[in-house]
């Protein structure tokens, strides 16, 4: 019964496959409109320059040219500058300075893709190079380069954010016996999915109707902002339609504004045509949605014997020229106070400072929930560095401190109610999966004979689902979520959720948890999402939120359902609906399950002979404000290899386990945490955004920003716990990200458990053969 | 042959007429010299089951089979198209019947997003033109110009097993 349902649990193959392997998906460059015009960008040579003069005369000779827009054409609209999500703006097109390489600085609309672009060519723009400041430390010194001059403050610091208690930390650190302190750079990365941003705007001029179709992960929001941002040219929200169509990757990079979704509604309203934008791959990684450029310094007080009592931790937050990322209002630094990790401190405190710098704007998600990557790393990291000075075994070590599962739900010294976790199961099941013991004796015999190998362990706990409307919000809209659902007279359902997938496979999880919920086949649900004008109001996807949040909505709207059909039922089975219980996925009058009535009977009966006095139709929605958020958590163990002679890194062995709570699809759940490897992997051995002194990107195209391949990629080795979340209608806890979270620091931690003997203690990621080769020849190891 | 001296367009561009098979059906048309084979496919054609994820030959989303071989199309002009034959995603299923490549992808999960995964099956199809029972390596070395963002490769390694031993075993079933 259950598997033809194909409710939670079932490893359901997914229902979006159908189109994508038949090449018949439909993502943003693939909408071709009648009369659409083409629009492209010129960009910045320079990361900080006065712009004296911008030549557009060539540019509009050239045949198929429509027009061409620059900074000065937007002021008399107010559109040279929009507001982002952090209380800052950032400009769409500079009618003075621009303040990082591949900014924007004017736009060209064509007749064709390639005329756009040959226009691009033609724009001739002249520069008086500015001093440049990349360096966020520089930055925040007196007598720095000013980036922003249009701020009223003349420093180069954006806001100063803290938490805990400070004067509690600084005792206990004064009186602890053991202090081990780490500096770590988390570098500039680039989520990169393989799909880059885009956009087709198309105004209709009678209707007054702008209807776009865009790369976004959080449709409804990106609505408000345009009716916000652009009201006063006569947008007007109900007139506002945004549709978000198939989506080639997220990862947190499809969240934000960028100024050529803006200036291709502004050339549709202005043109009355449809305006496509989509981006090349070098304006994607040069100039959008940057994360991470953390610099942090971190102390962690223990006991001799082990026990971890206090955590204190300084950063400065490089942003860029903008603060454009995309937190929770309150939360300028994300939930980087996550940071103390499965351990119960006693005494922390956390403070970060944000600078701008002459860069794109940074602070931006990959794969991750505002910041707590940094934080699962930076505590992680700190842990082993506690186990080398104390000469003990990591995974002994972190066994001895773990929050016990009997004290869940559990307060951390940061404030965050954990709600669930059992950490040291989950550990121990990593070792037994990859034979922990033995492989500690394989590493002392290699060791003795010369060869390095490393075993890594991290242990995080994450913090997703944002979020409850006590706290969480982005321009004011609170952070909950919602869903729809509609049972036809004939049984199958319409749902309608306020989240988008891009690649997560909603069609088929929220199929099966209403599925679950009504006992209706899967294959009967349809789920629709991305389209403002038939879902109901949500925020989007990003920060591992949509089963936890719109998940949480779906349940209850089906279960609203359930409600009514339970009084149909009644009413069939000539029952009192006391007497009435949901069994089976059926109603059944109590105890006689012959009389019964399947969902599809009610659903009938609901348009065709419901009771009197009750309204007809089996509809609900809901818009759920989850009570808290969810803690997912994983123990990964990594085996590395390092070969003397190149300084390779090679990863041997990987076990993830991890417990995000009830699961909706196995199958889908493991391809998550697959995808979720992979990309706590790019930035641990391979992928960094550097700039030279002058502001230049080091790694702006593929050739030199290194995503990795199937050969770079180990054959993955997961399991899993389950505990459930105490709070959530359906026990989930989220997933998608928590592996890109956890997986850096065992990949790290294993690098230097390899190196450890020869007395090294960190190596800043990425971990590249170059770095390593550098020190086995300082070590005299090198072969 | 493309012709030499060829017409231009009203913008300059010049044209020419080229010759092209694609999915088995034939196509005389009219194309500019400088437009590359992904775009042709897309724009002119209006396939757009071939995607573009770069512009420096490294991502593979673009991959088609030209004259057998897989190539990226965003590295191939169209007039190099010329006489010959293209393959792409749109001609994998055939009479309403799913290639094993197309099975394998959905039953052991080698998508998700579904962005890299027409260039990924039209590699993984030229590979097993050549090698009936590639190893793991062999699979992983085929794919290394294909980027997946979305899934960590490891269910596509199994999608292109799986479909390998389905077509070995049709082939042994004709046998
Ligand atoms: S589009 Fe990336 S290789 Fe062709
Ligand atoms: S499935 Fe998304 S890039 Fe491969």
């Known amino acids: ?783 | 042959m493309a012709v030499e001296t060829a017409p231009t367009t009203s913008k300059g561009q010049r044209t020419l007429k080229i010759h092209v098979t694609i999915n088995g059906a034939p196509h005389d048309v009219d194309v500019e010299a400088r437009t590359l084979l992904v775009h042709f496919l897309r724009e002119n054609l209006g396939m757009t089951g071939t995607h573009i994820g770069c512009d420096t030959t490294n991502c593979g989303a673009c991959t088609v089979l030209l004259n057998g071989r897989a190539v990226k199309s965003c590295t191939v002009f169209a007039v190099q198209a010329d006489q010959g034959t293209v393959a792409t995603v749109e001609g994998l299923e055939k009479d309403g019947k799913l290639h094993p490549i197309q099975e394998g992808f959905h039953q052991e999960h080698g998508l998700q997003c579904g962005f890299c995964t027409p260039g990924m099956m039209m590699t993984a199809v030229a590979l097993l033109e050549k090698n009936k029972q590639p190893t793991e390596l062999e699979i992983r070395e085929a794919i290394s110009g294909n980027l997946c963002r979305c899934t960590g490769y490891v269910n596509i390694v199994k999608s292109i097993d799986h479909a390998a031993r389905v077509m070995r075993e049709t082939a042994e079933g004709k046998a």
């Open chain 1, 1 to 783: 019964m259950a598997v033809e349902i194909g409710g939670i649990g079932h490893s359901v193959k997914r229902k979006e496959d159908a189109r994508f392997i038949r090449g018949k998906g439909k993502y943003v460059d693939d909408v071709k409109l009648p009369g659409m015009l083409y629009l492209d960008i010129a960009r910045s040579p320079l990361a900080h320059a006065r712009i004296k003069n911008i030549d557009t005369s060539k540019a509009l000779k050239i045949p198929g040219v429509v027009a061409v827009i620059t900074g000065k054409d937007l002021v008399p609209l107010n559109l040279h500058w929009m507001p982002t999500l952090m209380s800052d703006k950032q400009m769409v097109l500079p009618t003075d300075t621009v303040l990082y390489q591949a900014q924007e600085v004017a736009a060209v609309v064509a007749t064709e893709r390639y005329i756009a672009a040959d226009g691009v060519d033609a724009i001739e723009v002249d520069y008086e190079p500015l001093p440049v400041v990349v360096d966020p430390i520089k930055a925040l010194q007196p007598g720095a380069t000013l980036v922003r001059e249009d701020r009223e403050q003349k420093d180069n610091h954006i806001w100063h954010w803290e938490v805990g208690d400070k004067a509690g930390t600084d005792k206990a650190f004064k009186d602890a016996e053991v202090v081990v302190k780490q500096d770590l750079y988390i570098p500039r990365i680039h989520v990169s999915s393989i799909e880059t941003c885009g956009i087709v705007a198309s105004f209709d001029k009678v209707e007054g109707k702008l209807t776009v179709w865009m790369t976004t992960q959080a449709p409804h929001a990106i609505r408000t902002v345009i009716a916000l941002v652009a009201g006063h040219l006569g947008l007007a929200e109900h007139k506002i339609r945004v549709i978000s169509p198939d989506i080639g990757g997220g990862f947190g990079g499809k969240v934000p504004v960028y100024p050529g979704y803006v200036l291709a509604i502004g050339a549709s309203v202005l043109t009355g045509a449809p305006v496509k934008w989509i981006e090349d791959r070098a304006e994607n990684i040069q100039a959008d949605s940057f994360a991470r450029d953390y610099h942090i310094s971190a102390e962690l007080a223990a006991k001799k014997d082990g026990t971890m009592q206090a955590l204190r931790v300084k950063t400065i937050a490089d942003h860029g020229a903008f603060d454009a990322a995309a937190n929770p209002s309150k939360y300028p630094a994300g939930l980087f106070h996550i940071i103390t990790g499965s351990y119960p401190f006693e005494k922390s405190f956390v403070e970060v400072d944000g600078a701008y710098t002459n860069k794109p704007p940074g602070g931006i998600a990959y794969r991750c929930s505002f910041r707590v990557t940094e934080a699962a790393f930076t505590i992680e990291r700190l842990v082993d560095v506690l186990a080398l000075e104390l000469k003990r075994d990591p995974a002994e070590l972190r066994m001895q401190n773990f929050i016990p599962p009997t004290a869940f739900p559990y307060t951390s010294a940061l404030g965050w109610e954990y709600d669930s976790g059992d950490y040291g199961r989950a550990l121990r099941l990593a070792m037994d999966k990859i034979g922990y013991a033995e492989l500690r004796k394989e590493q002392a015999a290699k060791r003795a004979k010369g060869e390095l190998m490393g075993i890594g362990i991290s242990s995080f706990t994450e913090i997703v689902g944002a979020g409850p409307s006590k706290n969480f919000d982005i321009l004011g809209i609170k952070m909950f979520d919602s869903a729809e659902i509609r049972v036809h007279p004939t049984g199958k359902v319409m749902v309608r959720i306020g989240v988008k997938s891009q690649g997560q496979g909603h069609e088929t999880t929220f199929g099966q948890i209403v599925a679950e919920e009504l006992g209706i086949p899967v294959a009967d649900i349809a789920v629709e999402e991305g389209d403002t004008d038939t879902a109901p109001y949500g925020l989007g996807t990003y920060a591992s939120r949509s089963t936890p949040v719109a998940g949480g909505a779906t349940a209850i709207a089906a279960r609203k359902i359930r409600e009514k059909a339970k009084l149909i039922a009644a009413h069939l089975l000539e029952a009192n609906p006391d007497d009435v219980e949901w069994k089976d996925y059926k109603f059944q009058v109590k105890g006689v399950p012959a009389k019964s009535k399947t969902m599809q009977e009610v659903a009938f009966a609901a348009y065709t002979n419901h009771p009197q006095g009750m309204e007809a139709g089996l509809e609900a929605v809901d818009y759920y404000d989850p009570p808290n958020l969810t803690f997912p958590f994983g123990s990964y163990i990594c085996v590395v290899d390092i070969d003397r002679g190149t300084g390779e890194v090679k990863i041997r062995r990987f076990v993830a386990v991890d417990d995000c709570g009830t699961i909706i699809n196995p199958m889908i759940v493991e391809g998550q945490i697959h995808g979720g490897l992979t990309m706590g992997l790019a930035p641990a051995l391979y992928e960094q955004i550097t700039y030279d002194e002058q502001g230049n990107i080091q790694g702006g195209t593929f050739m030199d920003y290194l995503l990795p391949t199937a050969m770079e990629t180990p054959n993955w080795e997961t399991a899993k716990t389950t505990t459930p979340s105490p709070h959530h209608p359906i026990g989930a806890k989220g997933v998608g990200e928590s592996a890109t979270v956890g997986a850096p620091a065992a990949i790290a931690n294993a690098v230097v458990d390899a190196l450890a003997h020869l007395g090294v203690r960190h190596i800043d990621i990425p971990i590249t053969p170059w770095k390593v080769q550098k020190i086995l020849k300082e070590k005299g190891v090198a072969e």
